[in-house]
């Protein structure tokens, strides 16, 4: 906001602030200039004030314009130009459209006095803001000039601009007002915002988010049932401390690691699947009120009721690879899932039926096989990786696997390692 206050004979308004210049001009030439359009082509056209400068405004090239220079006193005139396909709209508007195409240098002097009237009309609506007063030559020669440029739309098309030169010494010196803000979070206590709230996160190898299954329940080691954390762009912003809810609580035997490993009968296949990765737990976008955030700032403790109706995910990097409900075990939050989310590979073709022969290895066979060695007793090449047992999770293996030329084991083909970015520099 600014205040106007008479200028000296010798001072110059302006000049290091266009910022705050343009909330004056907007507050007072701009509600004029579209007063004045309002009144003058009843209310037809809309004025959007979108440029403040001292310099020669580039938004003034690329097109033709009628100028007309309004006297304010003997000495001094502001300048108004009005682009041509502007012009155009402005006459067929007040008296009608023309048959022929339209050309600003061959206006008639009837078009030519209609829009003069509006640029002076336009002039009369905004001289109360301006100093009429003669000044000399020195301070004429050393101000500039505020060029403000508008550009003009008729319903939902742009027609044109508009573009006000005036000397700065003709304005008043425009004082900036530092005012108190008018409003308080707590008038905003009730709005809504959408946030991510996460309960904490674990670290489990990658063979275990494969063997996730309903029933299954995550601890998450890196939690505290009295805090949640306010996540954007998956980085914590900040704690809160929370009433955790009772009915949340169950009581198992075993957890962790050790259920983990119970329950899959799973052991590392490879280097891969021995990789930790951390898996978060976040609940779906919830609605807080500004009035919470603020009692979150202040370290208060509320009570996120509405946070256990919430669908809780487990999310690995970018990936969700699973959903469930909240619960806590001793000290800390778990997930109960109760939703796997499908692999890529599983999603869009099914498993290939599996053959109890050993499968063919896919390789063309070879022009010019070696002197007294068959096709089908050449070794493995090297490199080959074994497949995993056909049952996914056996008691105890017999025996070794089988070779298989392809590079992922059997027990692998509904996952894919490319779904997660793994930083590892040791591998």
Not at 29 to 43: C, G, P, R, T, V
Not at 176 to 199: E, G, R, W
Not at 239 to 253: A, E, G, V, W
Not at 302 to 313: A, H, T
């Amino acid at each position: 906001m600014a205040v106007l206050k008479t200028q000296s004979s010798e001072s110059i308004t302006g000049g290091n602030n266009l910022f705050n210049d343009y909330y004056w001009f907007y507050s007072n030439i701009y509600n004029k200039l579209q007063k004045a359009s309002d009144e003058f082509f009843q209310e037809e056209f809309q004025l959007k004030f979108i440029s403040i400068s001292f310099e020669d405004n580039v938004l003034l090239y690329g097109d033709e314009y009628f100028v007309n220079k309004i006297p304010v006193n003997k000495t001094t005139s502001i300048i108004m130009k009005i682009s041509s396909n502007l012009v155009s709209s402005l006459l067929d508007s007040a008296i009608g459209a023309s048959e022929t195409s339209f050309k600003l240098k061959k206006l008639t002097d009837i078009e030519a006095m209609l829009i003069k009237s509006f640029t002076v009309f336009a002039y009369k609506n905004i001289e109360n803001f301006l100093n009429k007063t003669e000044v000399s030559k020195k301070i004429i020669q050393s101000s500039r000039n505020y060029n403000l440029t508008f550009f003009v739309k008729q319903g939902k098309k742009h027609t044109g601009k508009i573009i006000l030169t005036i000397p700065s010494y003709l304005l008043p010196e425009i004082v900036p007002v530092k005012n108190s803000d008018n409003f308080s979070i707590s008038d905003f206590k009730t709005a809504k915002a959408l946030l991510t709230i996460s309960a904490g996160y674990a670290k489990i190898a990658l063979n275990e988010v494969k063997a996730l299954e309903e029933g299954d329940i995550i601890v998450l080691d890196n939690s505290d049932i009295n805090k949640m954390s306010v996540m954007r762009d998956n980085v914590e912003v900040i704690k809160f401390k929370i009433n955790p809810n009772p009915s949340l609580i169950i009581s198992i035997d075993k957890t962790g690691d050790e259920e983990m490993e119970e329950q899959t009968g799973l052991n590392p296949q490879n280097m891969w699947d021995s990789i930790l990765v951390d898996i978060i737990a976040e609940f779906d976008n919830v609605k807080l009120t500004l009035g919470e955030l603020k009692q979150i700032s202040e370290g208060l403790v509320i009570d996120l009721g509405s946070v256990y109706e919430n669908k809780i995910k487990l999310r690995v990097e970018n990936q969700i690879v699973a959903s469930g409900e909240l619960v806590i075990l001793n000290d800390r939050y778990g997930v109960r899932i109760d939703n796997v989310k499908k692999s890529k590979e599983e999603t869009v073709k099914p498993a290939p039926a599996r053959n109890t022969a050993p499968p063919e290895a896919k390789k063309p066979a070879p022009a010019k096989p070696a002197v007294g060695v068959k096709p089908a007793q050449r070794p493995a090449a090297p490199g080959a990786r074994p497949a995993a047992p056909a049952a996914k999770r056996p008691a105890k293996p017999a025996a070794a696997p089988a070779q298989n030329p392809n590079p992922k084991a059997a027990g692998d083909e509904n996952f894919d390692y490319s779904d997660f970015e793994i930083e590892d520099e040791s591998i």
